[in-house]
């Protein structure tokens, strides 16, 4: 009975979750119950791990390895607990050059509203930027459920927007090595309108990888 409440547990915390409103969406069904069963089963566990979620290897012990996923074999940790993810995302190796050195006005940093829309304010100034020809850049960010910051930085180049996406902080999955994929928006107002759409199979923005 142990080994099989250990198994289900395992695979309930490897399933993916999903970013509200995202493409990349991750769902996670029935969580709360298995996670009464698994405090009733795993009592003997102690020390919780510094991310959202614990998890105990087989063996009963439970650690905190302070380590990303990938080398921490008993579970995720939060990589960003900051409240700057947008400039912390710049600093990152896996941003483009345009990105970690941003050019122009300034359009603020947000987070997306519901994950789903950009404020007004930052719309416009992006939207009055592209109109005159003039350099502006912003950058935004949507929440998964566990409260890991996904990043877009975006900056205007003439009549055009080109945006990048930074999953880093992304504790189940996140690229932290390969250089971000970039993408130039010939329609820059229709992508504001759906960020996150420039890999959408509609792809408004009429948004073209870099």
């Not at 930027?129 to 910051?149: Q, Y």
Request: glycine share 14%.
């Amino acid at each position: 009975m142990g080994g099989w409440l250990v198994s289900e547990i395992g695979a309930v915390m490897k399933a993916r979750r999903r970013v509200a409103g995202r493409v990349s969406r991750r769902g996670w069904a029935g969580v709360g119950l298995l996670g009464l069963v698994a405090a009733a089963a795993l009592s003997g566990c102690s020390g919780p791990f510094p991310g959202t979620f614990e998890e105990c290897p087989s063996d009963g012990s439970c650690a905190d390895t302070r380590s990303p996923q990938g080398d921490a074999p008993s579970g995720p940790v939060r990589r960003y607990d900051g409240d700057d993810p947008v400039g912390a995302a710049r600093e990152l190796s896996v941003a483009p050059a345009w990105a970690a050195a941003p050019r122009g006005k300034d359009c603020g940093s947000v987070a997306l509203i519901d994950n789903e829309a950009l404020e007004t304010a930052q719309k416009d100034c992006l939207a009055a930027a592209v109109k005159s020809g003039e350099a502006a850049h912003a950058g935004w960010w949507a929440s998964t459920t566990e409260g890991d910051p996904i990043v877009t930085l975006a900056q205007t180049s003439g009549s055009k927007l080109t945006v990048v996406e930074i999953n880093a902080f992304d504790s189940y999955g996140g690229n932290t090595t390969a250089p971000a994929q970039g993408f130039t928006c010939s329609a820059p107002g229709a992508y504001l309108a759906e960020p996150g759409s420039q890999t959408g199979a509609q792809n408004p923005g009429r948004c073209a990888r870099d």
